[in-house]
């Protein structure tokens, strides 16, 4: 999990994705969620081969999913020259020593997935920092699995074997690093408490919501900036702020990491002092991919993190984007069956969004497209009418230039 040991050069792993369906993660979700890890897999530099699901009414404690279904995995895995099996969930450390006696690969679950993706990612110190801590943090109550080639080596009283000490010796040290990291972030949140407290008391908007669903690319537009856009899962990891000026009016726009599903405990603590940009903020965008099937699902993921965070109960801009990649299908006029959502048009959906949260002094609707710039310039006019209001309250004595 060492965040510098990533060699370009080396050809793509090939992997198997596995993932339950359980009481409480039903069949459509099972697959979204398997789909999403597929993303991630990709977005880490590996290609994901095959999918297996079981319907399991939770997790086997010793190998997560069935000996049977383990099994056709190991030989699917043989006969394919595949690398790594990811499962889409938390794996204990006995889970996946037993795992990997079977398979005979390289074992990862979701949550060391995505911190690999960040370790990638990780531009600044601050960011560096807050990876290793939560890196750490998950490796340590896993350490036993490390020093299994020294176990026949282990006895009983008086029979202290090499690996038993070995792992006192790496929780040791471990701790320690733990520590260090700790105060370390310590002061990197104390020097950019420091630089927020000297922007002075500027009008703050962050763009918020989930991975990929373009905020970037609208700090872009907002901005007129060169933001760091791609079509990966955290393709921003770092805080980026840049100062904007409208109609005279200035005020700081900040685009974060985005949020997913299932996303590690420890990685949101570390976390959480990235997102003082979202915590102090006047105003929030909310940018949401509506193009994407499980949308709603996303939009409950980030509601759910801004109140951990304590960022909710804040004016909001719902910026619904990717209107121009909204598919939806059609039915047949004799077609019976209920509606569905995906049975809606855009303008169904917009219609049933804007009559059930319609927009109020709080929170404000729009639909756009960043990519065709479409409703782009409303979008703006929008955020300038709340950014002025703001501004006018803070300064009421403020002449316009």
């Known amino acids: 999990m060492n965040p510098k040991s990533h060699d370009t050069h080396k050809p793509q792993e090939r992997a198997v994705l596995v993932g339950l369906i359980t009481k409480n993660q039903n069949e459509r979700e099972a697959k979204e969620y398997l789909e999403e890890l597929a993303f991630l897999t990709e977005t880490a530099g590996a290609i994901p081969v095959k999918s297996y699901t079981q319907k399991l009414s939770s997790p086997d404690s010793r190998t997560y999913i069935g000996t049977g279904k383990l099994n056709e995995v190991r030989d699917f895995v043989k006969e394919n020259a ?19 006696e079977v398979l005979g690969c390289r074992i990862l679950d979701r949550n060391t997935l995505i911190l690999d993706i960040f370790a990638k990612r990780a531009r600044t110190a601050q960011a560096k920092t807050q990876v290793e801590l939560a890196q750490y943090k998950y490796l340590l109550p896993r350490l036993t699995r490390m020093w299994t080639h020294l176990e ?122 990235t997102l003082d940009e979202v915590r102090e903020a006047d105003i929030l965008i909310h940018v949401v991919d509506i193009s994407h099937p499980s949308f709603e699902d996303q939009i409950k993921v980030v509601n759910q993190t801004l109140v951990d965070i304590r960022a909710s109960n804040k004016m909001t801009i719902l910026v619904f984007n990717k209107i121009d990649a909204y598919r939806h299908i059609q039915r047949e006029d004799d077609d019976l069956s209920p509606m569905e959502k995906e049975h809606l048009s855009l303008e169904d959906l917009k219609g049933s969004w804007l009559s059930k949260d319609a927009p109020s002094d709080d929170l404000h609707i729009i639909f756009v497209s960043a990519v065709t710039r479409e409703n782009v310039d409303e979008f703006r006019k929008v955020l300038m009418e709340l950014v002025k209001q703001k501004f006018f309250i803070r300064y009421p004595n403020y002449l316009l230039g």
Do not use: C, W
């Open 152 to 273: 026949k080596q282990q006895g009983g009283i008086g029979m202290r074997g090499p690996g038993e000490s070995e792992i006192e010796t790496d929780k040791r040290v471990i701790k320690e690093k733990l520590s260090r990291l700790k105060e370390k972030l310590k002061e990197i949140e104390k020097q950019n408490a420091t630089q927020r407290k000297q922007r002075g008391d500027m009008i703050r908007v962050a763009l918020t919501g989930y991975t990929n669903v373009g905020k970037s690319t609208i700090m872009n537009l907002i901005s007129k900036s060169d933001v760091f856009a791609e079509n990966k899962l955290f393709a921003t990891l770092d805080t980026t702020v840049r100062k904007v000026v409208y109609d005279n009016i200035p005020f700081l726009l900040s685009d974060t990491v985005g949020f997913i599903r299932k996303l590690p405990h420890d990685l949101v603590e570390s976390f959480k002092s």
């Open 82 to 100: 595949i690398n790594v099996v990811i499962f889409d969930d938390e794996l204990s450390g006995s889970q996946i020593k037993n795992i990997e």
